[in-house]
């Protein structure tokens, strides 16, 4: 793609550099005959001109981003964006030494803009690129909000749609589907602080406003502040939002109540594990040396009772003349007193409701032992929807590359592979959401087919997401690491383009602000009251 307007092709003779447009009468009666906008022209096409990209002369208010549209010879009215500008000049060094010693100079300049084709859509509907090239010397008009709709087919206000935010630039609603998000899964990626779990709450609210069945696991108990309001900023734009608290659509639960006091007590029965998943919770290294011992004293139990308990099997194992299993039976009164098993376990009907979201609040839970709870209610799930003995649903997953790491294992790797292959076919859809994207396993973040992308700046995460994202240019990839908070790029969920929005407030309370340590309202060396807790 050419960009120096002052340079000719070979064997092309030199052209005038043209004039603005409408500053000819003869341009103006063009602009008139054409029908076009009635806005005032942006800018006009120079240099060599291509079927996918073109350059343009900006002469009027365009950012880059931006939506433009041009009238096609065959095709009408075609979509395109800008991906890039450039403010040229004529200030050379020399000249810039005379302005610093006082010269009055004129400098001249001009602003140029690469822009890629959307395309426009036929008789059929059908989203079609030009087949020839525009005409140097073509107007350059803002695209109208009906156009842009249209071409990229955005719809507003659907009985299916989740609301999550503006086109940036634009007053126009992005709904993303909900039936295609739990059919083909959904990410939500951005480095910390970048807005990721804010984005998902707004999610997970449209989701409960259509009365979809959630399961949200919350390794830092940060989405039970959805129960009250929230408040909408003032002085931002008007997003068509109302602060709204979903108490009635949510019940939590916990491992560990004492830090969640709120949250209902999430109980496991052993009868549920085998012996080899239960060895796994320990630190012991070498695990095959305890197996068989450790099985042999479950089965021992089962022979006399169905329902037992880990001091059970700790007595057995006590009990066994041969003795050796000192270090076993350390690591299970380890896991006794964690106090996540009982003799009856929480049922699987009190755990999902339909229409309503279920928090399972892993706040206080140690690393291993939150492996093993993810992995034995996602298993269940699974599995039961296969059976439909739950109804469909969405599974929301914070912290993922804790869950479903690329190197390495976690106790829940395996099910939330099966899960993201297989769970679109039996009504069960995944949302995973993480700040290192590269630290995710590419079998699960490959299957997520709507990705909501806020800014992001390591670079593998950024080889990760561009891998991953089907329709990112080059353009776009750059300026994920330049995103503002608030602004996301989306695509999937019959949205069929990547398109940048501008993220809604949210209605209920997020809960995951990070933590201020100098307030403006207390002067520094303030005293704080502090509990008196000994170490």
């Given at each position: 793609m050419d960009t120096e307007a002052d340079v000719p092709a070979p064997g092309e003779e030199a052209r005038l550099e043209p004039q603005p447009p409408g500053t000819d009468e003869s341009q103006q009666a063009a602009v008139e005959a054409l029908d076009l906008p009635a806005s005032e022209p942006m800018g006009m096409i120079y240099g060599n001109v291509g079927t996918s990209s073109f350059n343009v002369w900006v002469t009027g208010s365009l950012e880059k981003m931006d939506y433009i549209q041009v009238e096609h010879d065959s095709s009408g009215w075609v979509l395109g964006q800008i991906m890039e500008m450039e403010r040229r000049t004529d200030l050379s060094i020399e000249k810039a030494k005379r302005v610093l010693n006082g010269e009055d100079l004129d400098i001249e300049e001009k602003v140029t803009a690469s822009v890629n084709i959307v395309g426009y859509r036929d008789d059929r509907g059908l989203l079609q690129s030009p087949r020839t090239p525009f005409r140097a010397g073509q107007m350059v008009f803002r695209a109208t909000d009906e156009l842009i709709?249209?071409?990229?087919?955005?719809?507003?206000?659907?009985?299916t749609g989740a609301y999550i935010g503006l086109l940036a630039g634009h007053n126009i609603r992005v709904e993303v589907d909900i039936n295609s998000m739990v059919q083909k899964h959904v990410c939500i990626l951005a480095k910390t602080g970048g807005g990721k779990s804010f984005m998902c709450g707004d999610l997970i609210e449209e989701l409960m406003k259509h009365d979809v069945t959630i399961m949200v696991i919350d390794p830092h108990g940060e989405y039970g502040s959805m129960r009250e309001k929230g408040r909408i900023p003032p002085g931002g734009r008007d997003f068509g939002v109302e602060p709204r608290g979903y108490a009635d659509k949510i019940i939590e639960f916990a491992t560990d109540t004492s830090a969640n006091p709120l949250a209902r007590p999430l109980k496991f029965t052993l009868a549920n594990i085998e012996p080899r998943d239960l060895l796994a919770l320990t630190s012991i290294k070498n695990g095959r040396a305890y197996l068989t011992p450790l099985r042999k004293a479950v089965d021992l139990i089962k022979n006399v009772k169905r329902d037992y308990s880990l001091r059970d099997i700790i007595k057995v194992l006590e009990a066994e003349e041969e003795g050796g299993n000192a270090a076993l039976i350390s690591e299970l009164e380890y896991l006794d007193e964690i106090n996540i098993f009982a003799?009856?376990?929480?049922?699987?009907?009190?755990?999902?409701?339909?229409?309503?979201?279920t928090i399972v609040n892993l706040k206080g839970t140690?690393?291993?032992?939150?492996?093993l709870v993810v992995e034995r209610i996602c298993s269940a799930l699974f599995e039961l929807r296969k059976l439909d003995r739950i109804p469909p649903m969405m599974l929301v997953v914070e912290e993922a590359h804790n869950f479903c790491p690329q190197v390495g294992t976690a106790a829940s790797s395996k099910i939330f592979r099966t899960i993201a292959a297989e769970g679109r076919k039996f009504g069960l859809g995944l949302t995973i959401i993480s700040q290192r994207a590269a630290k995710v396993d590419k079998s699960v973040l490959s299957q997520c087919n709507t990705q909501m992308i806020l800014k992001v700046t390591n670079p593998n995460d950024l080889k990760a997401i561009t891998a991953s994202v089907e329709g990112l240019t080059a353009g776009m990839a750059d300026e994920i690491q330049r995103l503002p908070i608030g602004v996301a790029l989306v695509v999937g969920g019959n949205v069929q383009m990547p398109l940048f929005v501008e993220v809604r407030p949210r209605e209920s309370r997020h809960g995951g602000e990070s933590v201020q340590i100098v307030s403006d309202d207390d002067a520094p060396g303030d005293d704080v009251e502090m509990e008196e807790e000994e170490l």
């Open positions: 709709k249209e071409v990229i087919g955005l719809k507003e206000h659907t009985s003799e009856s376990g929480t049922r699987i009907d009190e755990l999902v409701l339909k229409g309503k979201m140690p690393p291993d032992i939150a492996e």
